[in-house]
């Protein structure tokens, strides 16, 4: 009559020991991600790429791998191609966002990955207009703005008009708000269509420093 208890009781420490062992290691994919923040940490180190591997190997292959884990692992992976590090994988980086996907289908971030990766590698996407869904899910986060705007931009001559003034119109809303417009720099300085969106801000007396810049 006892036996029961115990291995109820064992079952359940042994189940704690992975979720400690599984947050352990999450939290070291998402240190080694913040690294890619600072371009300092852009030049191939071989330990360090080699570790990493290691790491998303060894944390994918843990009991209970959820989305997080796939879509930091895609996250980590994607750097290492974007970078052109040897050992870079584009359909691991599909198969680690789709994975994601499949766990939580209504969460944002996978599919603007996605999105921006196929864009980097001028290749399909794993899902058909994954920048849609992306917008679908979460309208409202600054990410999806970004990519959104770039593209949108990017490609304003293709636009229909009804498109360009919906396009100016939340372009515009957005650039007057002060937590976007921290966002905003990185856009002004990289898309193809920063010379329209900057000529936009200055036509309704908008500054911004990037504009000043180009």
Not at 44 to 57: A, I, T
Not at 103 to 128: G, N
Not at 185 to 199: H, I, P, Q
């Amino acid at each position: 009559m006892h036996i029961l208890p115990l291995f109820i009781a064992l079952i359940l420490v042994i189940s704690s020991l992975f979720q400690l062992v599984q947050v352990a290691y999450t939290s070291s994919l998402t240190y080694s991600l913040s690294l890619y923040s600072d371009e300092a940490n852009f030049e191939f180190d071989e330990q360090r790429v080699g570790n990493e591997r290691l790491l998303v190997e060894t944390t994918l292959y843990l009991p209970n791998v959820g989305a997080h884990q796939y879509e930091l692992a895609a996250n980590i992976l994607s750097w290492h191609s974007f970078l052109r590090y040897q050992n870079a994988s584009l359909e691991e980086v599909n198969q680690y966002l789709i994975e994601s996907i499949r766990s939580r289908p209504t969460w944002y971030a996978p599919y603007l990955q996605m999105s921006r990766f196929s864009e980097k590698h001028s290749v399909p996407a794993a899902i058909e207009y994954p920048e849609k869904l992306a917008m679908r899910f979460g309208p409202y986060m600054n990410e999806t703005k970004l990519v959104l705007y770039d593209k949108k931009f990017s490609q304003w001559e293709m636009l229909t008009e009804e498109e360009q003034i919906a396009l100016t119109v939340n372009f515009l809303a957005s650039a007057q708000s002060y937590r976007f417009r921290r966002s905003l720099k990185d856009l002004l300085e990289s898309s193809k269509g920063a010379e329209r969106m900057c000529k936009l801000l200055a036509f309704n007396a908008i500054d911004h420093s990037s504009c000043r810049e180009s």
